[in-house]
């Protein structure tokens, strides 16, 4: 497969690397902890003010990025980390859906992506004085190339343990796994916080990398817990670029919620995800035209890091149809689209986003109802898209809720007491 190539190159080519470097500055969207010990952060879609002082950007507290044209945005959502000895700062993509984390490192002895600037400068190991690598031989090796299924991947000359990770999406990041200080905010730091120091990736995005919130110990996400005295995550994605969002790790304010249980399953067992059991799905208020069993041959991911929804086959036809017949009623046309997509256009000058079909998701003793915001995307002025595709376009077999149906709610990962919470329009 191409990830054993992609090791081997790296094992062949692999050097050190070294880095110049910035501190973090003092700023309101720091992280901070509240009273029950949980940590929380700001969730950017937006410059972070303190990478645009670093980049030596003018009059940046006021600047703002629409969704269409945010270059380093893109449908995802990022929070600010800093890692290395002194601390460079990074804006990263938050996933639920995978557990390693990483940022492109330089020099970069393969490939890597476009970053940009404001995403702070790229990390550079050799001018980080508590930087190390992690050997071939160590038990973090061995249980990273387990959960990710990796039979191999050493740097022998080097003694440098090699990753290989690659997502639905077809994106995938190859390179050395290594340890340094994580810095949060201005006040709090982990030592030897577990990596992956990227050489080699396919990355859609301008960021500096992803930070995952899988279920392996290795995540961040597990990584952060233990300094907390609740196993939970949180997290509101907004909706617009007007408002805000943030994200907790640790206890959790149960006020206003509804709850799913919560499953983490996986095909590596010490690698779980996290899943929801679909029981039904409405449009108007009627359930689809789908056997009832069909729901119950898969679990739904909860995946972050992905922006659409992915359902079933046999759903997404279903849903296809009533969806149509609706929007049709109510004087949209259907867009000659792909056949994985569903598009309509306004016969008036502009789409009527309060006057659309409602959509449900059932889950086991919840109902998931989505506003229209969370169930279409605007294409342009009179072109609207959903956000439901087939899975047959992701991962074939595997439905999977993306951050669009999510946006403006804030949802719970309870891992502690296995369950999913939910609240409409809380950023």
């Given amino acids: 497969m191409e990830y054993y190539l992609i090791l081997m190159m790296l094992a062949l080519s692999y050097t050190s690397q070294y880095c110049a470097s910035s501190s973090l500055c003092p700023s309101t969207y720091d992280f901070g902890q509240n009273g029950d010990g949980a940590f929380q952060f700001p969730v950017f879609h937006e410059m972070h003010p303190c990478i645009q002082a670093s980049a030596h950007i003018a009059n940046v507290q006021e600047t703002w990025y629409s969704f269409e044209d945010d270059r380093i945005h893109k449908d995802r959502f990022l929070m600010a980390i800093g890692l290395g000895t002194p601390a460079i700062?990074?804006?990263v993509t938050i996933d639920s859906g995978s557990a390693l984390s990483w940022v492109q490192c330089r020099p970069c002895p393969i490939r890597c992506h476009n970053q940009d600037e404001e995403a702070g400068r790229i990390f550079e190991p050799h001018q980080s004085s508590t930087y190390q690598s992690v050997g071939c031989s160590t038990e973090d090796c061995g249980y990273v190339h387990e959960t990710l299924g990796i039979p191999f991947g050493c740097n022998e000359e080097q003694d440098s343990c090699l990753y290989s990770l690659r997502y639905a999406s077809e994106e995938y990041t190859a390179g050395s796994l290594a340890k340094d200080k994580l810095t949060l905010g201005n006040n709090f730091s982990i030592d030897d916080f577990l990596f992956g120091c990227s050489g080699d990736d396919r990355y859609n995005a301008a960021d500096a990398g992803i930070i995952g919130f899988g279920g392996a110990s290795y995540s961040f996400f597990l990584q952060v817990v233990r300094h907390t005295n609740y196993t939970a995550f949180s997290h509101c994605f907004p909706g617009n670029n007007r408002n805000g969002g943030f994200l907790s790790i640790g206890p959790y304010d149960r006020f206003n919620l509804q709850f799913i249980p919560l499953v983490e399953y996986g095909s590596h067992g010490d690698n779980p995800v996290y899943a929801?059991?679909?029981?039904d799905m409405l449009v108007n208020g009627i359930r689809l035209e789908v056997d009832p069993s069909v729901y119950a041959t898969r679990m739904t991911i909860l995946d972050s890091g992905t922006i659409d929804t992915f359902i079933l086959s046999p759903v997404f036809r279903a849903f296809d149809k009533a969806i149509t017949a609706a929007m049709l009623a109510k004087g949209y046309a259907r867009e000659a689209a792909g056949k994985n997509e569903i598009c309509f256009t306004?016969?008036?000058?502009?789409?009527?986003?309060?006057?659309?079909?409602?959509v449900e998701m059932k889950f086991v003793r919840s109902t998931l109802k989505l506003p229209s915001e969370n169930v279409f995307y605007r294409v342009s002025a009179d072109k609207i898209c959903s956000t439901f595709r087939p899975d047959v376009a992701g991962l074939t077999g595997v439905p999977i809720l993306g951050n669009r149906a999510t946006r403006s709610f804030r949802v719970v990962y309870?891992?502690?007491?296995?369950?999913?919470?939910?609240?409409?329009?809380?950023?």
């Avoid at 929801?276 to 029981?279: P, V, Y």
């Avoid at 306004?346 to 409602?358: F, I």
């Fill in 89 to 91: 700062m990074n804006l």
């Fill in 276 to 279: 929801l059991q679909q029981l």
């Fill in 346 to 358: 306004s016969t008036s000058d502009s789409a009527n986003w309060r006057d659309m079909p409602t």
């Fill in 414 to 427: 309870d891992i502690q007491d296995s369950k999913f919470g939910f609240q409409a329009g809380a950023c």
